[in-house]
């Protein structure tokens, strides 16, 4: 009798490696998309505060009578942005792109801040060829 239950017990532990066996690629599968769209949403939060504080150093610049500045602005934007975004860890290499236009007339003109970048996922298993976006509109704090 008890020769018969040690057998079994053999044949289950066969059994166990098996199904970790079939079970082990869902689970690393899972695990990867998981950290991949962790990953992917860190760095769109960081994106959405890089463009937020570029477009507030820029609304905060004073464009001059007939917007002389308006150049300055601009610029300001722009590199706060691309400064901004290295703040929380992320890079903005050449797939990164920045555009700062301002529009509207006084009471109301504003700045529209925009990053888009070209995102690399950690593994590339689940998310691949995504470009993410953020835009950002405040209102010019000069207005003459």
């Known amino acids: 009798m008890r020769l018969l239950r040690r057998t ?3 044949r289950r532990r066969g059994a166990n490696a098996i199904e970790f066996a079939l079970i082990l690629p869902i689970y690393c599968g899972l695990m990867s998309g998981i950290f991949d769209y962790g990953w992917m949403f860190y760095y769109k939060s960081a994106m959405d505060s890089a463009v937020a504080y570029g477009c507030r150093q820029g609304s905060v610049v004073d464009p001059g ?3 002389v500045n ?3 602005v601009l610029s300001t934007a722009k ?3 691309k400064t901004g975004i290295a703040q929380y860890g992320a890079t903005c290499d050449a797939s990164c792109a920045s555009v700062a236009t301002v529009y509207g007339t006084n009471p109301t003109r ?3 801040c925009s990053l888009s970048r070209k995102w690399n996922p950690l593994f590339g298993f ?3 060829g995504i470009t993410l976006q953020s835009t950002t509109v405040m209102r010019l704090e000069w207005q003459r």
Request: hydrophobic share 40%.
């Open 79 to 81: 590199t706060s942005m």
């Open 110 to 112: 504003s700045i529209k």
């Open 70 to 72: 308006m150049p300055t």
């Open 126 to 128: 689940w998310t691949h």
């Open 8 to 10: 079994d017990g053999l």
């Open 65 to 67: 009578l007939a917007e």
